[in-house]
Structures are given as C-alpha cells and as structure tokens.
C-alpha cells in the first residue's frame, strides 16, 4: 500500500541554522509533490508545489528538492527564524483524480 | 476576505446525534473537499466535488453525507455521531480537480467533539 513517512520527532533548531525535513514515500510514483505548512489551531497553508521532472524548486528562503530515483523529497528552511516554527507537511498526489496524500508532518520549533 | 469559511468552528455534541458543517469558498474555484484530521495529526481526504459533482468518496462511513449545493459550498452531514468522529474537520478548494497539480486552499478547521 501507499506510504509517507515524514519525522516523527519535532526538529528542533537554532535561529539562522537551516531546517531540513525528509519526506519518504513508497508504492507511488507521484508527477507531483506539495508541502504545506500547518499553525496550531488552523489549516494547512500551500507552499511549494515540485514536478517529477524539476529537482529543485525556491521560494524565498525556502528549497525543495524531489528525487524520484530515492522516491524522497527534502524541505530547507535557510536562514531560519522562530515564525517558522510550524509543522511542515507533504503531500503527494495519489493514483485518483485530484486526491492528494498527507504525510503525518514534522514540526519544527526555531529558538532564538 | 476569508477565503475559504467553515461553520462553526467547535462542535460540541453527545453519541448519537445529527450534525452539519458547512462550508463555503469564494475563489471562484471547482473543486471542493472535506479532510478528517485525527488527533494522530493524519491528515485524510474523505470526499471532493467538482462543480457540484461528487469525485472523490474514500472509505468513510455512510452516516457521513456531503451535499454540495453550488460549486462555492460543500456541506458535511454526520448522522448517528460516534466518539470516534471526534476530529477536526477540514474543508478545502482547489482550481480544479487536478489535485496533485493544484494547490489546495483550507478552511480553518471545525473541531468536533462527541461526547
């Protein structure tokens, strides 16, 4: 069956140090992948969205790599403050239309 | 401008009741859907539309019913409320129905619990 393992276990970082997440799935061969960031309380927002053919994708001070060879993607947070301490989720498209699969989700705690 | 409104957000109910949660977007998008987040923190599609027509119906319960009204509202109805249905409950839209291709916008969540 379909599988997304992201890190169970909070990620705990200092202020200005990169933050980097894995995402790991098996049993799909997604054309894409999306992260998304969730806040206490509230609903995930979008961040970036990656194609199998792109290994790379920035956005501001964020970075996500997909390599489909490994079936993982990495997420980095450069430069990092604490407003990024959120939980990261990924998300992979799934073999029906328009269905998306979540990971369980990192969270990431930034101290100053 | 919200742009995707759930109603209400705490739903606080006993074992066996009838309840609905309604929601309504107004980004002028296609695709609707409703997202059961348990307290695992999983994050699990259960139903989409697409102009109104139901796409998506993953393994959930039939005490579960969405009712999509207009292609802006996408209602959840839980007939026979268990403990387990305890969750927050989220609504999304996207463009369109490609959602691997589509960034899907989110409600605010609905908690839900039963008692």
């Known amino acids: 069956s379909q599988k997304i393992e992201q890190n169970s276990e909070a990620l705990n970082i200092q202020e200005g140090k990169t933050a980097t997440l894995t995402c790991n799935y098996t049993?799909?061969?997604?054309?894409?992948l999306q992260w998304y960031r969730q806040d206490p309380g509230r609903g995930p927002v979008f961040l970036l969205l990656?194609?199998?053919?792109?290994k790379e994708k920035r956005k501001e001070r964020l970075k996500v790599t997909f390599d489909t060879t490994l079936k993982q993607s990495l997420f980095h947070i450069t430069a990092s403050q604490p407003a990024d301490s959120a939980t990261y989720l990924c998300?992979?498209?799934?073999?029906?239309?328009?269905?998306?699969?979540f990971g369980a989700g990192t969270q990431v705690v930034v101290t100053p | 401008d919200t742009a995707v409104s759930q109603t209400p957000k705490y739903l606080v109910t006993q074992m066996g009741n009838d309840k609905s949660i309604k929601c309504e977007q107004n980004?002028?998008?296609?695709?609707m859907y409703w997202y059961k987040q348990d307290s695992k923190k999983f994050l699990k599609i259960m139903f989409s539309?697409?102009?109104?027509?139901?796409?998506i119906n993953e393994t959930v319960p039939n005490r579960f019913s969405p009712k999509s009204p207009d292609k802006a509202h996408l209602n959840l109805h839980i007939n026979s409320l268990e403990l387990g249905d305890s969750a927050v409950y989220f609504c999304?839209?996207?463009?369109?129905?490609?959602?691997?291709?589509?960034?899907?916008?989110f409600g605010p969540g609905t908690r839900l619990t039963v008692l």
């Open positions: 539309y697409n102009n109104k027509e139901l796409i």
């Open positions: 980004l002028g998008h296609d695709t």
């Open positions: 990656i194609r199998e053919n792109e």
């Open positions: 999304a839209s996207s463009q369109d129905g490609q959602g691997g291709l589509n960034e899907q916008f």
């Open positions: 998300a992979l498209e799934s073999d029906s239309w328009g269905k998306l699969q």
């Open positions: 049993n799909y061969s997604p054309a894409y």
